[in-house]
């Protein structure tokens, strides 16, 4: 069975830094497209980003230029690293794993099979 496990929220100061880690279980890590996503209270889940087996990455126009994700097969996990954070990017982040790289897919949440627990990220002003 594929466990996600997202470690690193906390609380930050606005214009803050901030990595998230995305550790997978698996054999498989290294085929999987893996997505990060956040929820606010009373909102949607939000893609933030995305990155494929060969690398290739995925933003949201929200994240764009301040968010960096980066993978290490070697160690089964993903990376989010996260600057010049405002108090709109707190959010409960996901981590998820799993389905297809099409572009067209890979922004929505119904193209991963697994998910972590979250990890809650806010950001004071």
């Known amino acids: 069975q594929v466990q996600v496990v997202e470690s690193g929220g906390r609380l930050v100061q606005a214009g803050g830094s901030l990595r998230l880690s995305c550790a997978v279980s698996?054999?498989?890590?290294?085929?999987?497209?893996m997505g990060w996503f956040r929820q606010a209270p009373g909102k949607e889940r939000e893609f933030i980003a995305a990155i494929t087996p060969s690398g290739r990455t995925f933003y949201g126009d929200s994240v764009k230029g301040r968010f960096t994700l980066s993978r290490d097969n070697a160690k089964n996990t993903v990376y989010l690293q996260m600057n010049a954070l405002k108090p709109d990017d707190t959010a409960v982040y996901y981590c998820?794993?799993?389905?297809?790289?099409?572009?067209?897919?890979?922004?929505?949440?119904?193209?991963?099979?697994?998910w972590g627990q979250g990890t809650q990220v806010t950001v004071s002003s």
């Open positions: 998820a794993a799993g389905g297809t790289f099409y572009a067209d897919r890979i922004r929505s949440p119904q193209n991963y099979d697994y």
């Open positions: 698996g054999r498989t890590f290294s085929g999987y497209t």
